[in-house]
């Protein structure tokens, strides 16, 4: 299992409360973390420079298959923090037993909506971003 905690923010799920603070049991079916470099590089005739102003690791994440409650938890969760709030994400642990949690935030999606499976089985599929 892996755990999401994030501020209720947007689309609230029944049972919920905006500005209240949430953690959330997901099965992964997919982590895809890949390494991201931002900056400049320089050539000239007989050298080249780079200069690396960011480093960052794209976390991109499928869930694993969600009933119907928790598809609408899980939509919460990403509409709540689509505006870059901060996000606490914990590959290997649960809520009960944290591993090694990490401060993330939610590349932006315009479109935010649940892959239909089967017999009323849903997955997202997102990317969060880790800044180093």
């Given at each position: ?17 905006a ?23 320089a050539?000239?005739a007989s050298?080249?420079?780079t ?5 960052m690791?794209?976390?991109?994440i499928?869930?694993k298959?969600?009933?119907y ?8 969760f990403?509409n ?13 642990g ?11 935030e939610k590349?932006f999606?315009k ?16 990317t ?5």
């Amino acid at each position: 299992m892996s755990v999401f905690t994030y501020t209720a923010k947007r689309r609230i799920a029944p049972g919920h409360t905006a500005g209240v603070q949430y953690s959330i049991d997901m099965g992964i079916r997919s982590h895809n973390p890949t390494d991201i470099y931002e900056g400049n590089q320089a050539f000239s005739a007989s050298q080249s420079s780079t200069s690396i102003s960011k480093e960052m690791i794209y976390h991109k994440i499928t869930t694993k298959r969600l009933n119907y409650q928790q598809m609408q938890e899980f939509r919460e969760f990403l509409n709540s923090t689509n505006g870059s709030e901060p996000i606490t994400f914990d590959l290997f642990g649960s809520v009960a037993s944290p591993d090694n949690p990490i401060q993330v935030e939610k590349l932006f999606d315009k479109k935010i909506e649940p892959r239909y499976i089967e017999n009323g089985a849903y997955r997202f599929t997102f990317t969060l971003i880790e800044y180093l």
